[in-house]
Protein backbone atom coordinates (compact mmCIF):
# COMPACT_ATOMS: atom_id res chain seq x y z
CA UNK A 1 0.00 0.00 0.00
CA UNK A 2 0.71 3.64 -0.91
CA UNK A 3 2.21 5.81 2.29
CA UNK A 4 -0.27 8.69 2.69
CA UNK A 5 2.03 11.83 2.58
CA UNK A 6 -1.12 13.93 4.20
CA UNK A 7 -0.90 12.15 7.59
CA UNK A 8 2.97 13.71 7.93
CA UNK A 9 3.69 16.70 9.69
CA UNK A 10 7.21 18.24 9.03
CA UNK A 11 8.93 15.66 11.29
CA UNK A 12 6.92 12.86 10.03
CA UNK A 13 7.69 13.92 6.34
CA UNK A 14 11.71 14.24 6.83
CA UNK A 15 11.62 11.18 8.26
CA UNK A 16 10.01 9.40 5.46
CA UNK A 17 12.34 11.32 3.45
CA UNK A 18 15.22 10.17 5.02
CA UNK A 19 14.43 6.28 5.10
CA UNK A 20 14.84 6.91 1.16
CA UNK A 21 17.78 8.70 1.24
CA UNK A 22 16.63 12.10 0.65
CA UNK A 23 17.94 15.33 1.89
CA UNK A 24 15.68 17.05 4.98
CA UNK A 25 14.99 20.22 2.87
CA UNK A 26 12.84 18.16 -0.03
CA UNK A 27 10.28 17.37 3.01
CA UNK A 28 9.85 21.25 3.20
CA UNK A 29 9.34 21.45 -0.30
CA UNK A 30 7.12 18.94 -0.54
CA UNK A 31 4.98 20.41 2.46
CA UNK A 32 5.02 23.79 0.88
CA UNK A 33 3.23 22.00 -2.42
CA UNK A 34 0.87 19.96 -0.83
CA UNK A 35 -0.21 22.87 1.90
CA UNK A 36 0.68 26.09 0.43
CA UNK A 37 0.26 25.15 -3.58
CA UNK A 38 -2.58 22.45 -2.64
CA UNK A 39 -0.94 19.89 -5.07
CA UNK A 40 -1.86 16.60 -4.43
CA UNK A 41 0.22 15.10 -7.83
CA UNK A 42 3.72 14.69 -7.59
CA UNK A 43 4.55 15.68 -10.96
CA UNK A 44 2.57 19.08 -10.44
CA UNK A 45 5.81 19.36 -7.96
CA UNK A 46 8.41 20.49 -10.66
CA UNK A 47 11.26 21.67 -8.42
CA UNK A 48 11.60 17.60 -7.60
CA UNK A 49 13.63 15.99 -9.93
CA UNK A 50 12.39 13.55 -12.38
CA UNK A 51 14.01 10.49 -10.58
CA UNK A 52 12.23 11.33 -7.18
CA UNK A 53 8.78 12.25 -8.61
CA UNK A 54 9.00 8.84 -10.06
CA UNK A 55 9.89 7.21 -6.92
CA UNK A 56 7.36 8.76 -5.08
CA UNK A 57 4.94 7.84 -7.52
CA UNK A 58 5.44 4.89 -7.12
CA UNK A 59 5.64 4.58 -3.05
CA UNK A 60 3.17 7.09 -1.62
CA UNK A 61 0.46 9.54 -2.42
CA UNK A 62 -1.17 12.78 -1.25
CA UNK A 63 -4.50 11.66 -0.88
CA UNK A 64 -7.39 14.07 0.29
CA UNK A 65 -10.61 12.86 1.66
CA UNK A 66 -13.31 13.01 -1.37
CA UNK A 67 -15.51 16.27 -1.57
CA UNK A 68 -19.89 15.42 -1.62
CA UNK A 69 -21.00 18.34 -0.88
CA UNK A 70 -20.33 21.73 -0.74
CA UNK A 71 -22.57 24.51 0.26
CA UNK A 72 -23.11 28.46 0.96
CA UNK A 73 -25.55 30.25 3.14
CA UNK A 74 -27.74 33.43 2.37
CA UNK A 75 -24.94 34.96 5.49
CA UNK A 76 -22.20 33.46 3.60
CA UNK A 77 -21.24 30.76 5.39
CA UNK A 78 -19.72 27.67 3.59
CA UNK A 79 -20.23 24.06 4.30
CA UNK A 80 -18.59 21.26 2.80
CA UNK A 81 -18.94 17.50 3.14
CA UNK A 82 -16.23 14.98 3.21
CA UNK A 83 -15.93 11.81 2.25
CA UNK A 84 -14.18 9.48 4.85
CA UNK A 85 -15.05 5.84 3.39
CA UNK A 86 -17.85 2.89 3.59
CA UNK A 87 -20.43 5.46 3.77
CA UNK A 88 -19.33 8.18 6.44
CA UNK A 89 -19.28 11.61 6.12
CA UNK A 90 -18.04 14.50 8.05
CA UNK A 91 -18.55 18.29 7.83
CA UNK A 92 -16.51 21.37 7.72
CA UNK A 93 -17.94 24.59 7.90
CA UNK A 94 -16.41 28.37 6.93
CA UNK A 95 -17.71 31.11 8.81
CA UNK A 96 -16.57 34.69 7.55
CA UNK A 97 -15.75 37.74 9.52
CA UNK A 98 -15.38 41.24 8.55
CA UNK A 99 -11.82 40.80 6.72
CA UNK A 100 -11.39 36.89 7.16
CA UNK A 101 -12.79 33.96 8.75
CA UNK A 102 -12.85 31.20 10.71
CA UNK A 103 -12.77 27.59 9.80
CA UNK A 104 -14.80 24.55 11.97
CA UNK A 105 -13.23 21.22 11.81
CA UNK A 106 -13.82 17.79 12.81
CA UNK A 107 -12.21 15.34 14.71
CA UNK A 108 -14.05 12.42 14.85
CA UNK A 109 -16.74 10.93 13.13
CA UNK A 110 -19.26 11.11 15.14
CA UNK A 111 -19.02 11.17 19.15
CA UNK A 112 -18.67 8.66 21.64
CA UNK A 113 -19.13 11.48 24.77
CA UNK A 114 -22.68 11.71 24.70
CA UNK A 115 -23.58 14.92 25.65
CA UNK A 116 -27.62 15.19 25.73
CA UNK A 117 -27.86 18.29 23.60
CA UNK A 118 -25.38 17.64 20.63
CA UNK A 119 -26.86 16.36 17.53
CA UNK A 120 -23.00 14.42 17.01
CA UNK A 121 -23.24 12.71 20.35
CA UNK A 122 -26.78 11.64 19.61
CA UNK A 123 -25.37 10.09 15.79
CA UNK A 124 -22.83 7.61 18.11
CA UNK A 125 -19.56 7.05 17.17
CA UNK A 126 -17.72 5.56 14.37
CA UNK A 127 -14.03 6.19 14.48
CA UNK A 128 -11.19 8.68 14.97
CA UNK A 129 -10.32 10.52 12.00
CA UNK A 130 -6.79 10.59 10.86
CA UNK A 131 -4.48 13.08 10.40
CA UNK A 132 -4.86 13.30 6.67
CA UNK A 133 -8.55 13.41 7.60
CA UNK A 134 -8.35 16.74 9.69
CA UNK A 135 -5.90 18.67 7.25
CA UNK A 136 -7.53 17.62 4.65
CA UNK A 137 -10.54 19.74 5.73
CA UNK A 138 -8.56 22.46 5.74
CA UNK A 139 -6.68 21.43 2.64
CA UNK A 140 -10.08 21.68 0.87
CA UNK A 141 -11.69 24.80 2.07
CA UNK A 142 -7.93 26.61 1.84
CA UNK A 143 -8.45 25.58 -1.94
CA UNK A 144 -11.50 26.94 -2.12
CA UNK A 145 -11.13 30.22 -0.57
CA UNK A 146 -7.86 31.26 -1.73
CA UNK A 147 -6.16 34.33 -0.79
CA UNK A 148 -6.60 38.16 -0.50
CA UNK A 149 -5.75 40.62 -2.81
CA UNK A 150 -3.04 40.88 -0.19
CA UNK A 151 -2.26 37.53 -0.71
CA UNK A 152 -3.14 36.53 2.76
CA UNK A 153 -4.80 33.66 2.99
CA UNK A 154 -8.77 33.95 3.60
CA UNK A 155 -8.56 31.22 6.72
CA UNK A 156 -6.99 33.34 9.50
CA UNK A 157 -8.56 31.22 12.44
CA UNK A 158 -9.07 27.40 13.00
CA UNK A 159 -11.00 25.88 15.99
CA UNK A 160 -11.47 22.60 16.73
CA UNK A 161 -14.98 22.50 16.81
CA UNK A 162 -16.96 20.42 14.55
CA UNK A 163 -17.84 17.26 14.52
CA UNK A 164 -16.11 14.73 17.45
CA UNK A 165 -13.77 15.38 20.70
CA UNK A 166 -10.38 16.55 19.36
CA UNK A 167 -8.83 15.20 22.74
CA UNK A 168 -10.38 11.60 22.46
CA UNK A 169 -8.22 12.14 19.19
CA UNK A 170 -5.06 12.93 20.38
CA UNK A 171 -1.97 12.33 18.17
CA UNK A 172 -3.86 12.63 14.91
CA UNK A 173 -5.05 15.97 16.19
CA UNK A 174 -1.41 17.24 17.32
CA UNK A 175 -0.09 15.75 14.12
CA UNK A 176 -2.72 18.45 12.11
CA UNK A 177 -2.33 21.36 14.53
CA UNK A 178 1.36 20.86 13.77
CA UNK A 179 0.76 21.45 9.92
CA UNK A 180 -1.44 24.65 10.69
CA UNK A 181 1.17 26.08 12.97
CA UNK A 182 4.12 25.02 10.68
CA UNK A 183 5.84 27.75 8.15
CA UNK A 184 5.71 25.33 5.61
CA UNK A 185 1.80 24.82 6.15
CA UNK A 186 -0.50 26.75 6.66
CA UNK A 187 1.41 29.42 9.13
CA UNK A 188 -1.01 29.78 11.51
CA UNK A 189 -0.62 31.77 15.23
CA UNK A 190 -0.95 29.09 17.97
CA UNK A 191 -3.01 32.32 19.15
CA UNK A 192 -5.65 31.57 16.20
CA UNK A 193 -6.12 28.12 16.47
CA UNK A 194 -8.55 27.28 18.99
CA UNK A 195 -9.09 23.55 20.26
CA UNK A 196 -12.40 22.81 22.32
CA UNK A 197 -13.09 19.94 24.77
CA UNK A 198 -16.00 18.74 27.02
CA UNK A 199 -13.29 18.68 30.00
CA UNK A 200 -10.52 15.47 29.01
CA UNK A 201 -8.40 16.60 31.61
CA UNK A 202 -5.53 14.00 31.22
CA UNK A 203 -5.52 14.86 27.82
CA UNK A 204 -5.66 18.95 28.42
CA UNK A 205 -2.49 18.48 30.34
CA UNK A 206 -0.60 16.34 27.80
CA UNK A 207 -1.54 19.65 24.96
CA UNK A 208 -0.38 22.15 27.31
CA UNK A 209 3.00 20.27 27.50
CA UNK A 210 3.23 19.37 23.46
CA UNK A 211 1.32 21.88 21.74
CA UNK A 212 -0.26 24.54 23.80
CA UNK A 213 -2.60 26.41 21.58
CA UNK A 214 -5.52 28.46 22.21
CA UNK A 215 -8.72 26.22 24.45
CA UNK A 216 -12.25 26.65 24.27
CA UNK A 217 -13.71 24.59 27.34
CA UNK A 218 -17.64 23.61 27.07
CA UNK A 219 -18.61 24.27 30.74
CA UNK A 220 -22.39 24.65 29.99
CA UNK A 221 -23.35 24.34 33.91
CA UNK A 222 -22.58 26.04 36.59
CA UNK A 223 -22.82 23.09 39.40
CA UNK A 224 -22.15 19.29 38.79
CA UNK A 225 -25.50 18.02 39.78
CA UNK A 226 -26.81 19.83 35.95
CA UNK A 227 -23.56 19.17 34.31
CA UNK A 228 -23.44 15.16 34.81
CA UNK A 229 -27.10 15.32 33.49
CA UNK A 230 -26.04 16.95 30.18
CA UNK A 231 -21.94 16.25 29.77
CA UNK A 232 -22.09 12.54 31.00
CA UNK A 233 -17.96 13.53 31.27
CA UNK A 234 -18.43 15.54 34.08
CA UNK A 235 -19.01 12.36 36.16
CA UNK A 236 -15.19 11.55 35.80
CA UNK A 237 -13.77 14.50 35.28
CA UNK A 238 -16.13 16.79 37.75
CA UNK A 239 -16.07 20.91 37.70
CA UNK A 240 -13.67 21.42 40.50
CA UNK A 241 -11.00 19.14 38.69
CA UNK A 242 -11.87 21.05 35.74
CA UNK A 243 -11.41 24.01 37.25
CA UNK A 244 -7.69 23.50 38.20
CA UNK A 245 -6.70 21.83 34.67
CA UNK A 246 -7.79 24.83 33.48
CA UNK A 247 -5.27 27.02 35.52
CA UNK A 248 -2.39 24.43 34.88
CA UNK A 249 -3.68 25.10 30.92
CA UNK A 250 -3.22 28.64 31.41
CA UNK A 251 0.43 28.61 32.88
CA UNK A 252 1.66 27.60 29.00
CA UNK A 253 -1.49 28.76 26.75
CA UNK A 254 -0.65 31.34 24.04
CA UNK A 255 -3.50 33.22 25.89
CA UNK A 256 -4.09 34.94 29.02
CA UNK A 257 -7.49 33.09 29.04
CA UNK A 258 -9.41 30.40 28.62
CA UNK A 259 -12.52 31.05 26.79
CA UNK A 260 -16.12 28.94 28.41
CA UNK A 261 -18.95 27.57 25.90
CA UNK A 262 -21.66 27.83 27.71
CA UNK A 263 -25.08 26.39 25.80
CA UNK A 264 -28.46 28.18 26.57
CA UNK A 265 -30.79 25.22 27.54
CA UNK A 266 -34.45 26.68 28.48
CA UNK A 267 -34.98 26.21 32.11
CA UNK A 268 -32.13 23.70 32.31
CA UNK A 269 -28.78 26.04 33.30
CA UNK A 270 -29.88 29.38 31.94
CA UNK A 271 -31.86 30.92 35.45
CA UNK A 272 -30.09 34.27 37.13
CA UNK A 273 -29.18 31.55 39.92
CA UNK A 274 -27.20 29.91 36.94
CA UNK A 275 -25.21 32.84 36.13
CA UNK A 276 -24.61 33.96 39.96
CA UNK A 277 -23.29 30.26 40.80
CA UNK A 278 -21.04 30.45 37.38
CA UNK A 279 -19.35 33.61 39.13
CA UNK A 280 -18.08 31.89 42.02
CA UNK A 281 -17.18 28.52 40.12
CA UNK A 282 -14.76 30.42 38.01
CA UNK A 283 -13.80 33.24 40.18
CA UNK A 284 -9.66 31.83 40.29
CA UNK A 285 -9.79 31.43 36.18
CA UNK A 286 -9.45 34.25 33.75
CA UNK A 287 -11.85 33.41 31.53
CA UNK A 288 -14.52 34.15 29.13
CA UNK A 289 -17.26 33.47 28.40
CA UNK A 290 -19.54 32.34 25.07
CA UNK A 291 -22.80 31.94 25.07
CA UNK A 292 -24.52 29.64 22.51
CA UNK A 293 -27.93 30.02 22.15
CA UNK A 294 -29.04 26.29 21.77
CA UNK A 295 -29.24 24.83 18.36
CA UNK A 296 -32.41 22.91 17.73
CA UNK A 297 -32.58 19.27 15.64
CA UNK A 298 -35.04 17.01 15.57
CA UNK A 299 -36.19 15.12 18.47
CA UNK A 300 -33.81 17.09 20.59
CA UNK A 301 -35.68 17.70 23.81
CA UNK A 302 -34.93 21.02 24.51
CA UNK A 303 -35.39 24.56 23.54
CA UNK A 304 -33.62 27.55 22.91
CA UNK A 305 -33.55 29.97 26.01
CA UNK A 306 -35.29 33.00 24.89
CA UNK A 307 -33.59 36.16 24.39
CA UNK A 308 -34.87 37.43 27.64
CA UNK A 309 -33.17 34.92 29.84
CA UNK A 310 -30.06 35.39 27.47
CA UNK A 311 -29.65 38.91 27.98
CA UNK A 312 -30.31 38.29 31.81
CA UNK A 313 -27.82 36.05 31.99
CA UNK A 314 -25.36 38.32 29.92
CA UNK A 315 -26.16 41.16 32.24
CA UNK A 316 -24.86 39.40 35.12
CA UNK A 317 -21.69 38.11 34.11
CA UNK A 318 -20.73 41.43 32.76
CA UNK A 319 -21.80 43.37 35.74
CA UNK A 320 -19.24 40.97 38.17
CA UNK A 321 -16.40 42.06 34.79
CA UNK A 322 -16.49 39.57 32.63
CA UNK A 323 -15.89 39.71 29.05
CA UNK A 324 -19.38 37.86 27.38
CA UNK A 325 -19.87 37.22 23.98
CA UNK A 326 -23.53 35.67 22.52
CA UNK A 327 -22.74 33.29 19.38
CA UNK A 328 -24.73 34.87 16.62
CA UNK A 329 -26.28 31.73 14.96
CA UNK A 330 -24.97 31.69 11.58
CA UNK A 331 -25.24 29.39 8.30
CA UNK A 332 -28.67 28.41 9.77
CA UNK A 333 -30.63 27.68 5.89
CA UNK A 334 -27.70 25.23 5.55
CA UNK A 335 -27.59 23.41 8.94
CA UNK A 336 -24.20 24.88 9.50
CA UNK A 337 -24.83 26.17 13.16
CA UNK A 338 -23.15 24.83 16.12
CA UNK A 339 -23.96 21.49 17.22
CA UNK A 340 -26.10 20.62 14.24
CA UNK A 341 -22.61 19.20 12.21
CA UNK A 342 -24.48 16.27 11.82
CA UNK A 343 -22.54 14.43 8.22
CA UNK A 344 -23.34 10.87 8.05
CA UNK A 345 -21.94 8.57 10.91
CA UNK A 346 -22.17 4.86 10.58
CA UNK A 347 -22.91 4.53 14.12
CA UNK A 348 -20.87 1.60 15.66
CA UNK A 349 -22.27 2.31 19.52
CA UNK A 350 -26.22 1.58 18.88
CA UNK A 351 -26.76 5.04 20.15
CA UNK A 352 -29.46 5.78 18.09
CA UNK A 353 -31.71 2.95 18.59
CA UNK A 354 -31.32 3.81 22.58
CA UNK A 355 -32.38 7.30 22.06
CA UNK A 356 -35.49 6.34 20.12
CA UNK A 357 -35.96 4.22 22.46
CA UNK A 358 -36.01 6.76 25.42
CA UNK A 359 -37.75 9.23 22.76
CA UNK A 360 -40.92 6.23 22.79
CA UNK A 361 -40.56 6.14 26.77
CA UNK A 362 -40.58 9.75 26.73
CA UNK A 363 -43.76 9.90 24.68
CA UNK A 364 -45.77 7.06 26.39
N1 LIG B 1 -16.37 18.04 21.42
C1 LIG B 1 -15.90 19.37 21.61
C2 LIG B 1 -15.91 20.23 20.38
C3 LIG B 1 -17.08 20.13 19.42
S1 LIG B 1 -18.60 20.86 19.85
C4 LIG B 1 -16.64 20.04 22.74
O1 LIG B 1 -17.65 19.52 23.18
O2 LIG B 1 -16.18 21.08 23.19
C5 LIG B 1 -18.41 22.64 19.76
C6 LIG B 1 -19.33 23.38 20.73
O3 LIG B 1 -20.71 23.29 20.32
C7 LIG B 1 -19.28 22.78 22.13
O4 LIG B 1 -19.21 23.78 23.10
C8 LIG B 1 -20.60 22.06 22.18
O5 LIG B 1 -20.99 21.81 23.49
C9 LIG B 1 -21.51 22.98 21.45
N2 LIG B 1 -22.77 22.38 21.03
C10 LIG B 1 -23.04 21.08 20.84
N3 LIG B 1 -24.33 20.91 20.48
C11 LIG B 1 -24.90 22.13 20.45
C12 LIG B 1 -26.19 22.60 20.12
N4 LIG B 1 -27.16 21.77 19.75
N5 LIG B 1 -26.42 23.92 20.19
C13 LIG B 1 -25.43 24.78 20.53
N6 LIG B 1 -24.18 24.39 20.84
C14 LIG B 1 -23.91 23.08 20.81
FE1 LIG C 1 -18.99 15.16 21.68
FE2 LIG C 1 -18.59 17.80 21.99
FE3 LIG C 1 -20.96 16.85 21.10
FE4 LIG C 1 -20.23 16.45 23.65
S1 LIG C 1 -20.64 18.45 22.65
S2 LIG C 1 -21.12 14.90 22.29
S3 LIG C 1 -18.03 16.16 23.44
S4 LIG C 1 -19.01 16.71 20.06
Given amino acids: MKTNLLNFDLNGLTQYFAQMGEKPFRAKQVMR ?3 QSGASDFDEMTDLAKSLRAKLNENAVVEVPKLMTAQESSDGTRKWLLDVGTGN ?8 ESERGTLCI ?3 IGCALECTFCSTGRQGFNRNLTAAEIIGQLWWANKALGVTPKNERIISNVVMMGMGEPLANFDNVVTALNIMLDDHGYGLSRRRVTVSTSGMIPQMDRLKEVMPVALAVSLHASND ?3 DQIVPLNKKYPLKELMAACRRYLEKAPRDFVTFEYV ?3 GVNDQAQHARELIQLVRDVPCKFNLIPFNSFPNSGYNRSTNANIQVFRDILQQAGFVVTVRKTRGDD ?4 CGQLAGQ ?3 KTRRQQKWQQVMLEQRG
Avoid: C, Y
Fill in 33 to 35: WIH
Fill in 106 to 108: SSQ
Fill in 334 to 337: IDAA
Fill in 89 to 96: GVETVFIP
Fill in 345 to 347: VKD
Fill in 225 to 227: AVR
Fill in 264 to 266: MLD
